[in-house]
């Protein structure tokens, strides 16, 4: 029993060290350009740019110069803040990617609760559970649209969303000048 013992202990401690002696020496470093377009990306992993995530993208467009028009999420801000890090030109918006800011609604009387809504979603900004009504969090859905063609009853709906212009008013109360004082 003591022998099994020990024997196991030497094979722990040897792939362990073969293990760690691996690590260091195949290490692999990113591409820091690649890393900092990807934290430029809004992370909503959508796959509207044709790739299946921003990282990919990202990769694509330092490696094989990829267009930085594509991210239909991140819009024009994302595709200005890409032009200038790389130091490219910036481009016009591709034409999907041109589209209004949108947020999805799930029409309650029309949902049959299928939850194929939530797998599509790559943000979780759909709540619900089988068979039971699904709804929206407005605050993290990015509008992707990637729930729509999954619904079997159509019952999301994308509604543009409405841009607040909020005016700013002096917090403080106003004093009368002296001229309008005396």
Known sequence: MLVAILAITALATVFGLLLGYSAQRFHVEGDPIADQVEALLPQTQCGQCGYPGCKPYAEAIVKEDEAINKCVPGGEA???????LLGREPMALAEDAEKPKAVAVIDEQEC???TLCLQACPVDAIVGAAKQ???????????????LKPCPVECIHM????????????????RESLADAA
């Open 78 to 84: 994302t595709m200005l803040a890409i032009a200038d």
């Open 159 to 174: 509604v543009p969303i409405e841009e607040e212009v909020t005016h700013w008013k002096w917090p403080y109360p106003v």
């Open 112 to 114: 049959i609760g299928c």
């Open 133 to 147: 009504l699904h709804s929206v969090i407005a605050s993290e859905c990015t509008g992707c649209e990637l729930c």
